[in-house]
């Protein structure tokens, strides 16, 4: 069972459109963060959101932190290519010892 | 390049060996973590280290083992290695502020056949 629930599981959209991938947890978290991970490679760091309805924007992209800090979403506007990979979402548990990683959503847009 | 180094990037043993995979954390960062990545799976935490010592078990399998050197490399060694232990294993580095994340290494995928 996983800590933290993303949905959907897959994604596949045209170049343009806009989406919002979802991170969902019954258990409270002191921060969450967003990664990005291509295939053969690492994840990377895409944001780290602290505060309960914080919201965060990167470029296209935007963060938000739910109130409660169960929950958490990104949104991407007009869509590209170059944003397909494995999304994850990741919270941190009060001892700050380690993160819990979300299944990912896979999203591929096509061009 | 992220900083976090693992060494080899690619592995093919057979089943009932046993492997090292070696990882060289970011400059400065005391934490290391290793993580598991099988097809199509999330990410499932293996065990942290925190300058030299044990800090946080996860999901390691007995046959799995890892260590930390005083110069911060650490090792992960799976021994009687199955077919099912064939994955993408990450290692993680992570400095000492609260909400500092992640830095992951390109991975090593390791092949049981």
């Known amino acids: 069972t996983q800590l933290l629930e993303q949905s959907p599981q897959f994604l596949s959209i045209q170049e343009g459109e806009n989406l919002t991938v979802y991170c969902n947890s019954s258990?409270?978290?002191?921060?969450l963060q967003w990664y990005r991970q291509e295939p053969g490679e690492g994840p990377v760091l895409l944001v780290t959101?602290?505060?309960?309805?914080e919201v965060k924007k990167l470029k296209r992209l935007t963060f938000q932190f739910g109130d409660a800090r169960k929950d958490s979403s990104l949104h991407i506007t007009a869509a590209q290519p170059g944003d397909t990979g494995l999304y994850l979402c990741?919270?941190?548990?009060?001892?700050?010892?380690?993160?819990?990683f979300g299944s990912g959503t896979k999203l591929n847009v096509k061009p | 390049d992220s900083g976090v180094t693992q060494t080899p990037k690619h592995l093919i043993t057979a089943t009932g060996q046993r492997v090292t995979l070696r990882c060289s954390p970011r400059?400065?960062?005391?934490?290391v973590y290793w993580y598991q990545q099988s097809l199509d799976q999330g990410l499932q935490f293996l065990i942290q280290?925190?300058?030299?010592?044990?800090?946080a078990k996860g999901n390691i399998l007995e046959r799995f083992s890892a260590q930390q050197f005083p110069d911060l490399h650490s090792e992960l060694n799976l021994s009687s290695l199955e077919l099912g232990d064939s994955a993408l294993y990450f290692c993680?580095?992570?400095?000492?502020?609260?909400?500092?994340?992640?830095?992951f290494g390109s991975g090593t995928r390791l092949t049981v056949v």
């Open positions: 258990s409270v978290f002191s921060s």
């Open positions: 990741a919270g941190a548990a009060y001892n700050f010892n380690k993160f819990y």
């Open positions: 959101v602290v505060t309960g309805g």
């Open positions: 400059s400065g960062d005391l934490s």
């Open positions: 993680a580095s992570r400095g000492g502020a609260s909400f500092d994340g992640y830095t």
């Open positions: 280290y925190y300058n030299g010592e044990e800090r």
